[in-house]
């Protein structure tokens, strides 16, 4: 299908669009990040101020920063690592030797992500309170795993459907083992898209914040609960709220930024042939 | 040494048998091709046989030894699939040493027995390649490399040119005939063309929706196919199959009414009033004024070494007719055919009626 060039303008401005749309909140979250507190609630807002950087050094200074900071990389990154450890031969097993159960499996699987995570809040917080996991890395990596795993086992089922069944076929008679066969086939074969579920279940982790918040007090709590704790009793400060927004999502944002090609990659993968 | 037993060989997908008992012995160092329409089983039987499908039911047998439960890899057998299945990500060299690899085999050795194998199949310049760098008869011939590398008991082979161009193909099929006299081991070849089972086979075995029809040498099928199956699966152009009638029989020969109305002598006694069918090859008729049935040109091929005609004789189909190239024959021209030696005949079951060679 060839797009005429009003096609192709109107594509355009609607990607931009949505582009703008889904910025334009982080976009303004930064911005008011740098107002004084009667600045950001100045009705009309104001686009035109004096930046001030009072904001940062307040919510450094109150909260742990770096030990929330901390906190979010160890347990985004060991949710994900866990997390691929279990997906890694589920899916393997999923794809390559399926039984009539397998789609029912899976569909069970996803349709736990259907359900609001507060349905579960009494089971799951009981649940670490009595195993002693309550505001410990442990825990929360435990439970971000588990709200992960239909995902992470979904991608990567779809990322070793893509690979040929001849060629597992073909290194079964080679004499690879289901060791074998991951190591030394599958596992090179579906890097990419390993790699783009492994970067997806980081962002995922990252910005939980339900689990995170309820499950955490000050030990554990990663950047979203440390968010949360800047619209306390006081009140809403929103430019203090702001900076401490920007401050959780810039690592993140980095992070995204830096891996973009590799998450565009292998989350197109397979749908463009 | 390699000699493989089927027995009874069974194989279902939940209430769907799609192999239904098959017996064959395959011996040392014969060449077997698998010939059927596509989806009459013959992957599914060498997957069996491979190890790559579970068997259902009877006994698979390798040098004696029942294999049923045996992994593949633990068979000695070799495959080459129809995609390649190369490994993407490794060498040719890497992808023909894979096997040695896993099986721990010293580097020396590896590469050794690497470099023979390239050799063979003119490979050598190629090694240090990645499959996606490599054109289809090339990924093909290492693909035929890696197996050839792990000197297995048997090959299989299945439908290993189906990819490949027409030019490459025929080239493709030399070589593979070569290498079986060559190495002198034990093939297994699927194929749903005709033309590559006759040109390969010391033996065909031909399937049809999950049972053998017939086995036997190409020359053996051509002139003596056991069933109308056979008859028109084997040879090309296909076999003219005529419904007939009987109208009359002595002690040694009957004459019969062919759709259309033509006569026709067969040397065998038959029942009056039976159904038949008469087989004849297009290059098994002549065209001579003697001849009994009589049909009128519809369609000629001019294929340069020889000439194709399609005659209307009155029934539904036409008689194919395969002439000299020097041949004359005109558009809408009436001639009178008559079999050369081999006529075939098959029963109102489809099975072939013994007549006296002549
Ligand atoms: N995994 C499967 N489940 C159900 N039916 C199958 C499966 N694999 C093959 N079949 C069926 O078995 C029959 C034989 O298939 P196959 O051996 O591939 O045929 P061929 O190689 O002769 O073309 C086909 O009718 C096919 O639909
Ligand atoms: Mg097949």
Redesign the pocket.
């Known amino acids: 299908m060839r797009a005429s060039p009003l096609q192709k303008l109107i594509i355009a401005i609607l990607g931009w669009g949505a582009a703008l749309l889904m910025f334009f909140p982080v976009a303004w979250m930064v911005l008011t990040s740098f107002k004084t507190e009667i600045n950001a609630i100045h009705s009309p807002p104001l686009l035109i101020f004096h930046p001030t950087l009072a904001n940062y050094g307040h919510v450094i200074h109150l909260g742990d920063y770096i030990g929330a900071l901390t906190n979010s990389v160890v347990i985004s990154v060991g949710a994900t690592i866990l997390g691929l450890i279990i997906g890694i031969p589920a899916a393997y097993a999923m794809a390559f030797f399926p039984n009539r159960w397998t789609k029912d499996l899976m569909l069970w699987m996803l349709s736990t992500k259907m359900m609001p995570a507060v349905g579960v809040l009494m089971p799951i917080y009981l649940l670490c309170q009595r195993s002693g996991l309550l505001d410990t890395q442990t825990g929360l990596i435990l439970v971000m795993m588990l709200s992960n795993l239909p995902i992470i086992v979904w991608m990567l089922y779809t990322f070793f459907k893509e690979i040929p069944g001849d060629i597992i076929e073909a290194s079964r008679m080679d004499g690879a083992g289901p060791l074998a066969q991951l190591r030394v086939v599958l596992l090179p074969l579906a890097g990419p898209g390993i790699a783009s579920t492994a970067l997806l279940s980081i962002i995922l982790s990252w910005n939980e914040a339900f689990w995170s918040i309820n499950l955490t007090a000050t030990n554990a709590a990663p950047l979203t609960a440390f968010i949360a704790t800047f619209s306390a009793p006081e009140g809403l400060f929103w430019a203090k709220l702001s900076a401490a927004s920007t401050l959780a999502v810039a690592p993140i944002l980095i992070f995204g930024w830096a891996t973009q090609r590799q998450l565009v990659r292998g989350l197109t993968f397979g749908a463009v042939k | 040494m390699c000699t493989l037993e089927l027995k009874n060989l069974r194989k279902a997908?939940?209430n769907?048998e799609?192999i239904k008992g098959i017996d064959l012995t395959i011996n040392d160092r014969e060449f077997v091709v698998f010939v059927?329409?596509?989806?009459?089983?013959?992957?599914?039987?060498?997957?069996m046989i491979a190890g790559l499908e579970e068997i259902t039911g009877g006994d698979l047998l390798i040098d004696g030894v029942r294999v049923n439960d045996v992994p593949p890899d633990k068979r000695g057998l070799a495959m080459v699939f129809q995609s390649y299945a190369l490994y993407p990500h490794m060498t040719v060299a890497d992808n023909m040493a894979f096997a040695l690899r896993l099986a721990g085999v010293p580097k020396a050795e590896r590469d050794a027995r690497v470099q023979v194998a390239a050799k063979t199949l003119q490979l050598d310049a190629l090694l240090d390649r990645k499959p996606a760098n490599l054109s289809g008869g090339q990924r093909q011939r290492v693909a035929i490399g890696r197996a050839i590398v792990r000197q297995p008991k048997a090959f299989l082979f299945?439908?290993p040119l189906s990819n490949l161009d027409a030019a490459l193909r025929v080239q493709t099929r030399i070589e593979i005939a070569k290498l079986h006299n060559d190495l002198q081991s034990t093939m297994i070849y699927?194929t749903?063309d005709q033309i590559e089972a006759m040109t390969l086979a010391d033996r065909i075995v031909v399937?049809n929706a999950?049972h053998i029809e017939q086995v036997g040498t190409p020359l053996e099928l051509y002139h003596n196919p056991a069933n109308l199956f056979v008859a028109g699966f084997i040879g090309s152009p296909k076999m003219n199959l005529i419904g007939a009638e009987v109208e009359s029989s002595n002690g040694q020969s009957s004459t019969l009414r062919l759709e259309g109305g033509s006569p026709f002598t067969v040397p065998t006694a038959l029942g009056q009033g039976e159904k038949v069918t008469v087989g004849i090859r297009p290059e098994h008729i002549a065209v001579t004024d003697q001849g009994t049935i009589s049909g009128r040109v519809e369609v000629i091929e001019h294929l340069g070494n020889e000439t194709i005609a399609y005659a209307s004789i009155g029934g539904a189909e036409p008689l194919t007719v395969k002439l000299p190239s020097a041949s004359t024959v005109q558009l809408g021209e009436t001639l009178h055919f008559a079999p050369r030696g081999h006529a075939a005949l098959f029963n109102q079951a489809g099975q072939a009626i013994a007549l006296p060679r002549g």
Do not use: A, N, W
């Open positions: 997908y939940g769907i799609v059927g329409p596509s989806g009459c089983g013959k992957s599914t039987l060498l997957r299945d439908e699927v749903h399937f999950g």
